[in-house]
C-alpha cells in the first residue's frame, strides 16, 4: 500500500493480508438495505476528560464514556475547551504525543456531544521535534502554543485551532520546526450518523449496526486512489453504540489485482477456516472466532452476532435452544 493510503491508516489501523475462507451453509438471513436518515441532536454537559493514567483515559458524556484516542498511547494533556468548528457548541480539546523512529509527534483531539455521548469531531498530527507545546484557551478561541529554541532563541508562536470539513489545522504559517502530516478526522470514535450522511449515493448497504459503501468520495478522491496504486477500496463503519463509530473494515485492491483487508478499533475482520459451527454452544463459538465486532438484536431470532471476514462477507450467528445457527452472506465489497 502507497504512502498516501498508510498516511490514512496511521492513527489506529493495522493491517493484515486476506485469505478466501471456505463456504458456510447459508440460511435465510439477508442484508438489508435501509437508507432512511436520522436526526442528530447535540447536547450539553459538555465531554469531560478524565485521564487518571495512561491505560484508563475515558472522555466522558451525560449518558456514558468512551475510550479518549491517544496518539502511540500517549498520555492525554492540556484538557480546554472552545468553539473550534464555529457552530456555537464549545467542543473538548486536548493533545497526545509520542515518540517513533527518533522523532516525536503530537496529536490534537476535538470532541463533542452527540445523544449524551461523546464523539470525535476531528484530529491533527503533527511533527513537532524538540519544542516545548501547549493548549491555550482565550475565550470561545483555543490556540497551539508552540516554542521552539533550536536556533538558539526561544520564540514562542501562539496558532489558532481552526477545524472545518472535518479537516483540523491552525491558521497562519506554520512557525519553523513544525510540520503539519495528517488534519484528517479519525474515524473510529466519529458520529456513526454523520458519517453515513458523508458517504451519500456511495452507500452499498445499510444495517442497524453498520453500513458499507464504496470509494472515492468520502476519504480519497479518485486520484489519491490512483496515485496510490488502488484499484478499488470499500469500507464498513460499525457501532455498538448507536452513536459513536466504534470499528472499522477497508477491503481494498491494488492495480496488479492483489487484495487486503484492514481493520481498526473492534471491528477485527477473520478467516472463516471453520466449516463446523452450526450446532456448537455460543461459548465454543467465541472461543473459535473470537469477539464478534458487532452484536445486534431480533424480535424472531434474539441476539445476531456479526463478524466481518477478510474475503468480504458477513458471518452471522444466532442461537437456537442454545446452539448455534450461523449464515454468511457475500458483501459488494467489489
Known sequence: MKSRILVFLLLGMLLCACAAPPELEKTAYTLPVLLEQT?????????????????????SGSD???????????????????????????????????AEDGTI????????????LPIQKGSCLFRIGAAKTALVQSGDQVYYSYTNSSSGLETTSLLRLSLEND????????PEGLALEYDRI????????????????RLLAVDQGYFLWR????????????????????????????????????????????????????????????TGLDGMAKQIVLDKLGEPCLEL??????????????????????FENGYAVVSLTELPIH
Open 167 to 174: 479537516r483540523l489545522t491552525v491558521e497562519g504559517k506554520l
Open 39 to 59: 436526526a442528530l441532536v447535540e447536547e450539553d454537559p459538555l465531554p469531560v476528560l478524565n485521564s487518571h493514567s495512561y491505560a484508563q483515559s475515558m472522555v
Open 215 to 274: 470509494e472515492p468520495g468520502t476519504f480519497f478522491t479518485a486520484e489519491e486512489l490512483t496515485q496510490s496504486g488502488v484499484k478499488s477500496f470499500t469500507c464498513a463503519a460499525v457501532t455498538n453504540d448507536s452513536v459513536t463509530v466504534t470499528g472499522l473494515v477497508y477491503w481494498y485492491t491494488e492495480q496488479d489485482g492483489t487484495n487486503f483487508c484492514a481493520s481498526a478499533g473492534t471491528a477485527n475482520p477473520i478467516r472463516v477456516n471453520e
Open 105 to 116: 509527534r503530537e496529536a490534537i483531539w476535538v470532541y463533542g456531544t452527540e445523544r449524551g
Open 64 to 98: 456514558g464514556s468512551v475510550n479518549a484516542l491517544q496518539y502511540r498511547n500517549g498520555k492525554c494533556m492540556d484538557p480546554v475547551y472552545g468553539d473550534v468548528d464555529g457552530d456555537g457548541l464549545t467542543e473538548l480539546v486536548y493533545r497526545t504525543a509520542g
Open 297 to 318: 438484536q431480533s424480535e424472531q431470532l434474539g441476539p445476531l452476532l456479526h463478524w466481518f471476514t477478510e474475503d468480504g462477507k458477513l458471518l452471522t450467528v444466532y
Open 186 to 201: 479519525t474515524e473510529c470514535g466519529a458520529s456513526f450518523q454523520k458519517l453515513k450522511s458523508r458517504t451519500g449515493g
